[in-house]
């Protein structure tokens, strides 16, 4: 039996099984790429291509040190809980600060509708008394002339 054809169909066979490569987005060899070559191989002369292949599939294809570990999901944890809190603070400060302008613009409008009604009057009395004094210079120029 020729093992040369074999082993190139079991290298096209365990690529398609790759989803990176399947995909098209190649990768890197791991160092266990050649024993799992070998294990493809091993099964496919026990079980047949068709079990070999759904095998394969169940069995992880990625590095080790690609793996989070407990102790790398609680110092995660640990750290995403210190951004949330950090982020937290900074946020409850911005909201006071803004919190602030919007009171001192507040005071600023309040002042200012207060200056106008002080204008309002002002010019309400300003005209009243010009009203008289036109309608008094009116009556004497009339008293005069008349």
Known sequence: ?????PRHRVD???NTLDPAVASGHPRMMSST???RHSLYSRLED???HEHADTLMK???NDRADEVATKGDIS???A???ADIARLEGSTKSEFARVEARFDRLETRFDRLEDRMDQ???TYLVTMVSSMTALTAIFSLVVVFLG
Not at 1 to 5: E, G, I, N, P
């Open 1 to 5: 039996m020729d093992r040369a054809a």
């Open 12 to 14: 096209d066979r365990i």
């Open 79 to 81: 750290s995403t809980r």
């Open 46 to 48: 026990v079980l047949g």
């Open 58 to 60: 169940y069995l992880p």
């Open 33 to 35: 790429e050649p024993s």
């Open 119 to 121: 204008m309002q009057r």
């Open 75 to 77: 110092r995660l944890e």
